[in-house]
């Protein structure tokens, strides 16, 4: 069974930079849309960006919007988070997923296969 696996969460000061990346373990899989969710104490989980796997089109959530950025090496079968300028509110457990063709890429619920989450921390 193929999973994803996050790596490069970590502490750091409000406005600094952090760079997170998704892989896959086990065989490489094709998938339409890899997206980044976060979810913090105490919230539910929440959409933060995607991208489609084959154009590198990108949608970002409008709180991360001109900070964070989205990329993926085809060859590597790795998609990262660029997180600039942050802000002790992007404190939370970050997680990668992927999904197919059908559904709307801003639901949690339309991703089937999933990392097990990166902690990020921003102290202030």
């Known amino acids: 069974q193929v999973q994803l696996v996050e790596s490069g969460g970590g502490l750091v000061q409000v406005g600094g930079s952090l760079r997170l990346s998704c892989t896959t373990s086990g065989r490489t899989f094709s998938r339409y849309t890899w997206g980044w969710f976060r979810q913090a104490p105490g919230k539910e989980r929440e959409f933060v960006g995607r991208i489609n796997w084959t154009t590198g089109n990108t949608n970002y959530a409008d709180s991360v919007k001109g900070r964070f950025t989205i990329s993926r090496d085809n060859a590597k079968n790795t998609m990262y988070l660029r997180m600039n300028s942050l802000k002790p509110e992007d404190t939370a457990v970050y997680y990668c997923?992927?999904?197919?063709?059908?559904?709307?890429?801003?639901?949690?619920?339309?991703?089937?296969?999933w990392g097990q989450g990166t902690q990020v921390t921003v102290s202030s």
């Open positions: 997923a992927a999904k197919g063709i059908s559904g709307d890429y801003y639901y949690a619920s339309n991703y089937d296969t």
